[in-house]
């Protein structure tokens, strides 16, 4: 019998059992705040399709190679329809695809490695009817370790919030950017085709920034580094939390343009900045003034924020002739840590 109290914020959290023999390693165990159903077999097929409502969760597994799992939804013209299949995100092996099809049997949206390597599915509801949604892993492996929990919903969605760092302590104004957000207006934003609406709101960061919060789903290469969960509620219903990590002074957004030498964002050190590779071959180009002596520590967090990005930074030192011509001299450039953190 598992025991959660009402004031345990939704997210995903670690369980472990703990017997004669000692404690074992610990696995997911997720608090949701929406209605939860367990999955019905057999549905592997349309016509044995389970009918699903809109904001209930539904746990259910790929338990054996070659299974699929169908679910019937009643929609209505108009509805911005997203659906989240969390598998990696609380340790599954399933590898999720996700694929919707019309009252007339057409496919009209397909998902897969979303977020975190999850499917998540946004679609704008053509016509009111009867829609089918077929789950199955991608490569069509299945078992017992093979979990999902599955939301078709109607409610708010954040994909990130910008700037995506906080000073601890401090209350500021940040922008949500998302997907069936109450009061949003479009960004011009676009994620895998799909548009994203933005809203202004004010986030209150812990004083305690020597923290990993707990409720966060963490990737290996996030787990060095404090963070915090945010989480947006709306008349529409709750959205999961995202994370976002501590800042040591006030983050400097980017300016964009900043991509040539003549357009270089002039920023103070030692400070924070934010930035976005916001197009393909995107550069961030950013000048300061130092000091002969001074010594300076500069970090990038792209892939451990959760992103997809791989930066390359590179340090150039600006000198200038007696003609006023500048030329470059590097400094050097930095990849990725290329050490190993275990034994």
Same mark, same amino acid.
């Given at each position: 019998?598992?025991?959660?109290? @009402?004031?345990?914020?939704?997210?995903?959290?670690?369980?472990?059992?703990? @017997?004669?023999?000692?404690?074992?390693?610990?696995?997911?165990?997720?608090?949701?705040?929406? %209605?939860?159903?367990?999955?019905?077999?057999?549905?592997?097929?349309?016509?044995?399709?389970?009918?699903?409502?809109? =904001?209930?969760?539904?746990?259910?597994?790929? /338990?054996?190679?070659?299974?699929?799992?169908?679910? %019937?939804?009643?929609?209505?013209?108009?509805?911005?329809?997203?659906?989240?299949?969390?598998?990696?995100?609380?340790?599954? !092996?399933?590898?999720?695809?996700?694929?919707?099809?019309?009252? +007339?049997?057409? +496919?009209?949206?397909?998902?897969? /490695?979303? *977020?975190?390597?999850?499917?998540?599915?946004?679609?704008?509801?053509?016509? =009111?009817?009867?829609?089918?949604?077929?789950?199955?892993?991608?490569?069509?492996?299945?078992?017992?370790?093979?979990?999902?929990?599955?939301?078709?919903?109607?409610?708010?969605?954040?994909?990130?919030?910008?700037?995506?760092? $906080?000073?601890?302590?401090?209350?500021?104004?940040?922008?949500?950017?998302? +997907?069936?957000?109450? @009061?949003?207006?479009?960004?011009?934003?676009?994620?895998?085709?799909?548009?994203?609406? %933005?809203?202004?709101?004010?986030?209150?960061?812990?004083?305690?920034?020597?923290?990993? #919060? $707990?409720?966060?789903?963490?990737?290996?290469?996030?787990?060095?580094?404090?963070?915090?969960?945010?989480?947006?509620?709306?008349?529409?219903?709750?959205?999961?939390?995202?994370?976002?990590?501590?800042?040591?002074?006030?983050?400097?957004?980017?300016?964009?343009? /900043?991509?040539?030498p003549a357009q270089a964002q002039k920023i103070t050190v030692p400070g924070e900045f934010a930035g976005q590779?916001?197009? !393909? $071959?995107?550069?961030?180009?950013?000048?300061?003034?130092? %000091?002969? @002596?001074?010594?300076?520590?500069?970090? *990038? #967090?792209?892939?451990?924020?959760? /992103?997809?990005? #791989?930066?390359?930074?590179?340090?150039?030192?600006?000198?200038? =002739?007696? !003609?006023?011509?500048?030329?470059?001299? +590097?400094?050097?450039?930095?990849?990725?840590?290329?050490?190993?953190?275990?034994?």
């Amino acid at each position: 019998t598992v025991t959660v109290a @009402g004031d345990v914020p939704a997210g995903a959290y670690e369980v472990r059992g703990v @017997g004669l023999f000692g404690i074992s390693n610990p696995r997911v165990f997720t608090v949701g705040n929406r %209605k939860e159903i367990q999955e019905t077999e057999p549905n592997n097929a349309t016509e044995q399709a389970t009918p699903l409502e809109l =904001n209930v969760t539904v746990n259910g597994k790929i /338990n054996g190679a070659t299974d699929v799992d169908y679910y %019937k939804l009643t929609l209505a013209q108009g509805q911005r329809l997203l659906v989240d299949c969390f598998a990696k995100r609380i340790d599954s !092996k399933l590898d999720g695809s996700l694929e919707l099809y019309d009252p +007339r049997g057409r +496919r009209i949206a397909t998902a897969r /490695n979303s *977020v975190s390597r999850d499917p998540l599915l946004d679609v704008s509801v053509p016509a =009111n009817g009867d829609y089918i949604l077929r789950l199955t892993d991608f490569v069509y492996a299945g078992g017992e370790d093979y979990p999902y929990r599955l939301t078709a919903h109607t409610g708010p969605h954040v994909d990130y919030v910008w700037p995506p760092a $906080a000073v601890p302590g401090s209350t500021a104004a940040y922008t949500l950017f998302g +997907r069936n957000l109450p @009061g949003g207006e479009p960004s011009g934003v676009m994620v895998n085709g799909r548009p994203l609406d %933005k809203l202004a709101v004010n986030i209150t960061a812990p004083a305690d920034a020597a923290q990993l #919060d $707990a409720s966060l789903p963490t990737e290996p290469s996030s787990s060095g580094i404090d963070t915090f969960a945010y989480r947006f509620a709306g008349p529409n219903g709750a959205a999961a939390p995202v994370m976002m990590t501590f800042a040591t002074a006030p983050v400097v957004s980017e300016v964009e343009p /900043n991509n040539l030498p003549a357009q270089a964002q002039k920023i103070t050190v030692p400070g924070e900045f934010a930035g976005q590779f916001q197009a !393909k $071959a995107d550069v961030d180009l950013l000048q300061f003034e130092a %000091k002969a @002596g001074q010594l300076l520590w500069m970090e *990038v #967090d792209s892939q451990r924020l959760g /992103n997809g990005a #791989d930066p390359y930074l590179t340090l150039d030192q600006v000198t200038v =002739n007696d !003609k006023g011509e500048e030329t470059l001299k +590097r400094i050097t450039a930095v990849d990725d840590d290329g050490t190993n953190l275990l034994p």
